[in-house]
Antibody, heavy 119, light 108 residues
Framework: QVQLVQSGAEVKKPGASVKVSCEASGYTFTGYYFHWVRQAPGQGLEWMGR????????NYAQKFQGRVTMTRDTSISTAYMELRRLRFDDTAVYYC????????????WGQGTLVTVSS | SYVLTQPPSVSVAPGKTARVTCGGNNIGSKSVHWYQQKPGQAPVLVIY???DRPSGIPERFSGSNSGNTATLTISRVEAGDEADYYC???????????FGGGTKLTVL
């Protein structure tokens, strides 16, 4: 069965970086885009960007341009999202999700990774 | 950038019909997807491409999309339907995904 398993919770200081992983299983890794979505406490869903696991090509939300990098390692079916220069308002649950095409829905989601930015 | 507008909350009595709207400029020309999110859980897809239902989602969930409004309809509402609901589209102009602000459905 399809599974997206994310890495564990992180606590970081302002200015630091965090790298969250998302390991896929149960399907062909390169057949689906990976998207990253975050949700601050009590807030809605916010799209951060996506990566094409085949080509490695990325599209980032303008808000995160210059601060986020999405990568993948096809040999271990894992996608990564790195966010740099963390701020207090980056505290959120970060989700990975897959989609078969650019405009398609997110049919499977990871369990979420809580990133807390605290001094 | 493209904006999706949802009412912050909708309330409905058990057994009645709930309608959650998602407004956007000419949204009828886009494909709309809907997600259900319960507290502490990841979102779950309930409607895709305006009106299709993934396997395992009850027939009580349906969707429509026309003009400037897309609608998620939940018939015969149950207590277990209480959750936040989000609409989502792909903005082909910017290659970006856009989410609505979310609607909290309360079952009275």
């Amino acid at each position: 069965q399809v599974q997206l398993v994310q890495s564990g919770a992180e606590v970081k200081k302002p200015g630091a970086s965090v790298k969250v992983s998302c390991e896929a299983s149960g399907y062909t890794f390169t057949g689906y885009y990976f998207h990253w979505v975050r949700q601050a406490p009590g807030q809605g869903l916010e799209w951060m960007g996506r990566i094409n696991p085949n080509s490695g090509g990325t599209n980032y939300a303008q808000k995160f341009q210059g601060r986020v990098t999405m990568t993948r390692d096809t040999s271990i079916s894992t996608a990564y999202m790195e966010l740099r220069r963390l701020r207090f308002d980056d505290t959120a649950v970060y989700y990975c999700a897959r989609a078969v095409t650019a405009g398609s829905s997110f049919d499977f989601w990871g369990q979420g990774t809580l990133v807390t930015v605290s001094s | 950038s493209y904006v999706l507008t949802q009412p912050p909350s909708v309330s409905v009595a058990p057994g009645k019909t709930a309608r959650v709207t998602c407004g956007g400029n000419n949204i009828g020309s886009k494909s709309v997807h809907w997600y259900q999110q319960k507290p502490g859980q990841a979102p779950v897809l309930v409607i895709y491409y305006d009106s299709d239902r993934p396997s395992g989602i009850p027939e009580r969930f349906s969707g429509s999309n026309s003009g400037n409004t897309a609608t998620l309809t939940i018939s015969r509402v149950e207590a277990g339907d209480e959750a936040d609901y989000y609409c989502q589209v792909w903005d082909s102009g910017t290659y970006h995904v856009v989410f609505g602000g979310g609607t909290k459905l309360t079952v009275l």
